[in-house]
């Protein structure tokens, strides 16, 4: 009696084929005609090839993506950008868009998928995306902004070597995606006037097991931001300038309770940013951000290089809450803080995103001197450390700290007051 697992000759044949037609992968690429919107294009086309394709915009040409994409559920796909994308330039245009009862979120939206890549170029003419922010950041004009690029609910994606221009406000985000590389990719959000790029976040972490590494970000807000629910999130090997900073959160907003843990974030340059390492979570917020940890940062002309603050709100609707301790916080567990190296930026100064007198950003007491500041609630932080830290002001005065001993009873690593920074035994 032959084997249940023996296969004759045919059916290992035809077996074989059928492999092999499950991963036959084609290119097709997009359709363009000059003036007018490729969008219709672009979704006919990644509708009627979903899985095993790349779709590709070439090389040589301009694509209109003159409203928004929102892509179908792709399983091993590409979308490959070797030619240039833009925006509309009409601002009222972009907004009627986003306005609408149909806007998915995002400009380009990813929503759900396995093993989907969006990938650019490494040609430095091509492969660029134009968002023509700078006529809204010269206009001011903050109603019915775009979202950039949704890349959500991904299981196994790569983000690599995408180029975006001048982006109107936000820009990647990966809300509840798993196993994602970001890497080698830039995003240049810089005015080339007085004028203040807004909420140019550059990535928007969401998800679990999320790698971003190599990527240069220039842009007016957060360089990178850790949002709720974000686990086992490591970012590496990057450079920030003029945002600020490297955020988890804000957490707790409107009471939420906040889970985000197993952050690592090492080797990265920030060049006049307004913050460096910053955590920032909502008074009256609930829940922990355990297991954190910032190494290895060069911080070069930054007020702000270490900044843990429980008592974020929204300036935009009044004064501070008047709290007790007795209010529920965002706990914070395992912080730590690791070969901070460069200069504290203590010279008068106005940040761009600055609306209000005194600025959104300021803080009662400081000397403009502080390389790290906790603002903590009494028994909601254990195990907040600041280790190796090396630093200077660009006047030449003393460098200082703020730290209350009532809210954070071990060693943080430095004398735990508001005055002159003093190194401690956990901070050697």
Partial sequence: MKSALHLTPMLSALLLL???????????????????????GLLALATNHSSNATIMF??????????????????????????????????SAVQAVVGGSGFPGSWFTFTGGNNVTLRGSTDPEWGWVDGHGQAWWDAVQQANRPHGWAFSHITN?????????????????????????????LILAASDTSSFPFNTDGFSAGGTNLLFENNRVTNGDDCLTVGNGAHNITWRNSYCEGGHGLSIGSLGSGGQVADVQNVFIESTVMKSTLYGARFKSWTGGNGLARNITWKDITFIDVP??????????????????????????????????????????????VEGSCVSDPCWYFVANATGREVAILDLYPDTATNVVAKDIFARTETGRPVAVMCNTTTVTNDVGFKCWDGPFIRTKAGL
Avoid: C
């Fill in 18 to 40: 059928q492999a092999s037609a499950a991963l036959a992968w084609d290119t097709f690429v997009v359709p363009h005609t000059p003036g007018e919107n490729d969008t219709p």
């Fill in 58 to 91: 070439s090389k040589g040409i301009t694509y209109n993506i003159f409203t928004a994409v929102k892509f179908p559920v792709f399983t091993n796909v590409e979308i490959r950008i070797e030619g240039n994308l833009t925006y509309p330039t009409n601002i």
């Fill in 157 to 185: 994606g790569v983000i690599r070597d995408m180029k975006l221009w001048k982006p109107v406000a936000w820009n990647f985000a990966t809300s509840g995606s798993v196993n994602v590389h970001a890497y080698n990719n």
């Fill in 304 to 349: 702000f290089p270490i900044y843990v603050t429980q008592n974020y709100w929204d300036q935009g609707v009044g004064p501070r809450p008047n709290v007790t301790s007795l209010l529920n916080n965002t706990h914070i567990q395992d912080f730590l803080f690791q070969n901070f190296v460069g200069s504290v930026r203590d010279k008068p100064y």
